[in-house]
């Protein structure tokens, strides 16, 4: 079977765990040139160590920063020679905190790096897409951007508004056959879901907290997200944009 991203170039953020890294390998393993972009470089090249330098290469990005942003797509333009798909996956959880409590310091680092992150890549990679005509661009946001949940206020505000984010981009940015789409995701086991819990119920047992409120009673597995973003950045797609497709085992319902 061939390879269904052969001759592409990809950036994934957030590629050096969870959700971002299962993107990121099966990107490379499925014939893209993938760029590894982490705040956490360490961890990104570990992810993309596994892989031949050819094809990889891992770059420290703070996605909250239009200069580490610019120059992330800058690099990969240079490495690569050109950039068809991104895949925004760098997220930032908030831990149960009711309005009154919450800091606004807090709350512009969710927005910054759970939504402003989507239109400095967006901004910096559309001048290479609209010169090819062509490029994709997926959004992961949140089952929790249309699902509120009490004490997730800016974490709820943040997806939400990545949400929109991606509709709006994506009749913009037709005309030129540039697809945007976003996945939301549902509880996914990753090592930031305890993260979303308030200090008293961290100890609890997360299938008890989250599972139980998921239809198809499973946690969704990070391989899931990257099958979803696969399927969204091939030519299967290509008549698909502005969609936010649910991989959340029922719990949107």
């Not at 993938?34 to 956490?40: E, P, R, S, T, Y």
């Not at 909250?64 to 950039?83: C, D, P």
């Not at 819990?197 to 139980?212: H, P, R």
Request: aromatic residues 6%; contains cysteine; proline residues 3%.
């Amino acid at each position: 079977m061939a390879l269904q991203l052969a001759g592409k170039t990809a950036v994934v953020t957030g590629a050096g765990s969870g959700m971002g890294k299962a993107v990121a390998q099966l990107f490379v393993s499925e014939g893209a040139n993938v760029v590894f972009a982490d705040i956490n470089v360490q961890a990104a090249e570990n992810a993309a160590s596994v892989f031949s330098s050819d094809t990889t290469i891992a770059v420290k990005a703070d996605v909250a920063n239009a200069k580490s942003v610019q120059s992330l797509i800058s690099e990969t333009v240079e490495k690569f020679g050109t950039l068809h798909i991104i895949v925004n996956c760098a997220g930032i959880p908030q831990s149960f905190t009711q309005i009154e409590e919450l800091e606004e310091v807090e709350w512009d680092r969710l927005m910054d790096v759970n939504t402003k992150s989507i239109f400095l890549t967006t901004k910096y990679a559309v001048p290479y897409f609209k010169k090819q005509h062509s490029g994709s661009i997926i959004n992961v946001c949140s089952i929790a951007g249309v699902r509120a949940r009490p004490g997730l206020n800016a974490y709820c505000a943040s997806k939400g508004g990545a949400i929109m984010l991606t509709k709006a981009l994506a009749i913009e940015l037709a005309p030129y056959k540039i697809r945007v789409n976003a996945i939301n995701p549902g509880p996914t086991e990753t090592p930031m879901i305890s993260q979303f819990l308030a200090d008293e119920s961290k100890n609890e047992d997360i299938n008890d907290i989250f599972v139980k409120s998921m239809p198809l009673g499973a946690l969704i597995q990070s391989e899931e997200i990257a099958q979803a973003a696969l399927y969204l950045s091939t030519e299967a797609a290509r008549s698909v944009t502005g969609e936010i497709l649910n991989v959340d085992g029922g719990r949107g319902i």
